[in-house]
């Protein structure tokens, strides 16, 4: 079946530093692939997302491309913020028939940005 | 952007009695809703799909019986814990499937938007 695998948290960073969060998935044929944030207490929020091979997502500095040849779908970003400090949920989706098609998460990397 | 709102935010109940969480689509129609459970630092555990004006679709392992899902309009679905139990304890999230405007449903186009999620406590 499809599964997402993240590094391992939590991610302490210096605010401007640069940011890695890995992310390597399973899935036949061409899923579609997703990055989302959440912050303390809230539901999550889709930060960037790819639907083919080699596609660049971006929103709010950070990146992401989808590698076919190595099934990952790294989040990066140049300079990290305190306000960054979140979980971040790598996830794809397969396309099925109808209303068949399910998101599948990674388990999430926490990222703390300190002063 | 499309907003997921879900009501109430935090709840505290008794071992044994029901809680209804609501979710709703503010301004699209959600054909397709999606129930998830959250344990603490751990990932989303999708409970159940739910379609409008049909049965939901429960994921392996989680009791029907227990979680009662109602989705009676394009822009609500319910999740009802039946008899909670202090082990219901947990965040529960759910999320709403946009198709997105313009001519038909183009391949890989759709949306999934979040509510804000419920603490529920039993006690």
């Known amino acids: 079946g499809n599964s997402v695998t993240q590094m391992e948290g939590p991610v302490t960073l210096s605010e401007e530093a640069f940011l890695t969060i890995n992310c390597t998935y399973t899935a036949t044929g061409y899923p579609s692939l997703f990055w989302y944030v959440q912050y303390p207490g809230e539901g999550l929020q889709l930060l960037l997302k790819a639907t083919k091979a080699d596609d660049k997502g971006s929103n709010k500095g950070f990146e992401a491309t989808y590698r076919k040849e190595t099934t990952s779908f790294h989040l990066e970003k140049g300079s990290v913020q305190v306000s960054d400090s979140a979980v971040y949920f790598c996830a794809l989706i397969k396309w099925g028939t109808g209303t068949a098609s399910k998101l599948t998460f990674g388990t999430g990397t926490r990222l703390q940005v300190t002063l | 952007g499309a907003v997921v709102s879900q009501h109430p935010s935090w709840v505290i109940c008794k071992s044994g009695t029901s809680v209804k969480i609501e979710c709703r689509s503010l301004?699209?129609?959600?054909?397709?809703m999606f129930w998830y459970r959250q344990f603490p630092k751990q990932s989303l555990m999708l409970m159940a799909t739910?379609?409008?004006?049909?049965?939901?679709t429960y994921e392996q392992g989680v009791e029907k019986d227990k979680f009662l899902i109602n989705h009676a309009s394009l822009t609500l679905s319910t999740l009802t814990v039946t008899s909670a139990h202090p082990e219901d304890s947990s965040f529960y999230i759910c999320s709403a499937r946009d198709w997105g405007s313009g001519s038909g449903r183009a391949f890989g186009s759709y949306e999934q938007y979040f509510g804000p999620g419920t603490r529920l406590t039993v006690t």
């Open positions: 301004d699209f129609q959600a054909t397709t």
């Open positions: 739910s379609n409008e004006g049909s049965k939901a």
